[in-house]
């Protein structure tokens, strides 16, 4: 659903871009939410409004999510680190953060690993200069509409910069 309001918002078709999810959830040691692999399978590598992209797999490893995510693990040392209080997300365990998603102004968005369904996964989300994280019980592509359409949706929303939401492929 979020996804084909994202796609009518944005005025694209899907793409139906090729995702290795098996290679990609394996390495990871996890499934990733439905939601997030129908985004990437619509939209592919590119940016929302010139100001979001989302990490997936991608072929000129700028928003690839797994090189990304491996970037962050390997500078992940300590608990009082970058991510404090979470972790990255290490495979077998919870609890810890996946990357599925940046913004220009070097805002970070991630999934926190539970126990529960992946479809029900909280996201997390933290500015450049801030310390505290934002929580959200959403799916990504809710939170990515959102953004794009809903003037409210504060601090993250940029919809009255960007009236017209767009999304340009790499």
Not at 9 to 26: H, K, L, S, Y
Not at 57 to 74: G, H, Q
Request: with cysteine; aromatic share 12%.
């Amino acid at each position: 659903m979020w996804v084909d309001l994202l796609l009518r918002a944005t005025g694209r078709d899907a793409r139906n871009a090729v995702q290795p999810w098996a290679g990609i959830e394996g390495e990871l040691g996890t499934e990733l939410p439905g939601d997030y692999k129908q985004l990437c399978q619509a939209f592919g590598v590119g940016e929302f409004s010139q100001v979001v992209s989302v990490l997936c797999s991608d072929e000129t490893r700028v928003a690839d999510l797994l090189r990304t995510w491996r970037l962050l693990l390997s500078n992940d040392d300590s608990s009082d680190g970058p991510f404090a209080p979470y972790r990255i997300h290490v495979p077998g365990s919870t609890g810890g953060l996946i990357p599925w998603g940046i913004s220009r102004a070097a805002d970070s968005f991630y999934w926190q690993v539970t126990d529960g369904p992946v479809d029900a996964w909280p996201l997390l989300a933290k500015m450049e200069d801030a310390e505290d994280w934002n929580r959200y019980e959403m799916t990504v592509t809710e939170f990515l509409y959102r953004i794009l359409t809903d003037p409210g949706f504060r601090p993250y929303t940029v919809a009255d910069s960007v009236p017209e939401p767009c999304f340009e492929p790499v």
